[in-house]
């Protein structure tokens, strides 16, 4: 167990909604990262958050937004949903500000968009 | 701009011994981390082992080793006395401003 909690676990839902994943990292960690694991497009870096402010953008569309919050859980918003959303949507925490320190995934939220 | 590579696709280890998964990367970050995790079937993302880039030692941890060459920019996981349990695919990871994964190798440990 990482430690970094995600929920909910899994999520189907229609093209054209919108869905929410929520993410809480390890205790003491101020950094929260967000990927997108797809079978075609492989394991994407999407937004990095640190201590509430965004600090790195990675692949990420217009139709995604991202949020932490003071409690220092973060939201990962998915709107306009299309097929090709469908993937396992991974959270990871750190305790520094930098990508070069270690990260430690949560289990994911495999979402399908039918 | 950031690259990382894992040119093997799949591997097949014998149980007990020790197998090499390559990772070359590309930065022009002076700071950079090198990760390796691995995900099972299961769907998890398990974290095994990290090189900072100022390391001048190997990282290893208990059957993991990272056998870092900076010079050639590579960043190879080293298995000693492979498992049944650990067939997994394995990814390469490379942190710097930001971060990207490689493709992954998938590592069949054979009885």
């Known amino acids: 167990d990482s430690g970094v909690t995600q929920t909910p676990k899994h999520l189907i839902t229609a093209t054209g909604q919108r869905v929410t994943l929520r993410c809480s990292p390890r205790s003491g960690d101020l950094s929260v990262y967000w990927y997108q694991q797809s079978l075609d497009q492989g394991l994407q870096f999407l937004i990095q958050?640190?201590?509430?402010?965004?600090?790195a953008k990675g692949n990420i569309l217009e139709r995604f937004s991202a949020q932490q919050f003071p409690d220092l859980h973060s939201e990962l918003n998915l709107s306009s949903l299309e097929l090709g959303d469908s993937a396992l949507y991974f959270c990871?925490?750190?305790?520094?500000?930098?990508?070069?320190?270690?990260?430690?995934f949560g289990p994911g939220t495999r979402l399908t968009v039918l | 701009a950031q690259k990382i590579t894992q040119t093997q696709p799949g591997m097949f280890v014998q149980e007990k011994e020790a197998v090499t998964l390559d990772c070359t990367y590309d930065t022009s970050d002076q700071s950079y981390g090198l990760f390796w995790y691995k995900q099972p079937s299961s769907g998890e993302m398990i974290f095994l082992i990290y090189?900072?880039?100022?390391?001048?030692q190997n990282a290893t941890e208990g059957r993991y080793s990272l056998n870092f060459q900076k010079a050639r920019k590579s960043a190879n996981l080293v298995i000693s006395a492979s498992q049944l349990g650990d067939s997994a695919m394995y990814f390469c990871?490379?942190?710097?401003?930001?971060?990207?994964f490689g493709a992954g190798t998938r590592l069949f440990v054979k009885a």
């Open positions: 990871a490379l942190g710097g401003f930001k971060t990207i």
């Open positions: 958050y640190y201590n509430g402010e965004e600090r």
């Open positions: 990871a925490s750190s305790a520094g500000t930098a990508a070069y320190n270690e990260q430690f």
């Open positions: 090189q900072g880039s100022y390391d001048e």
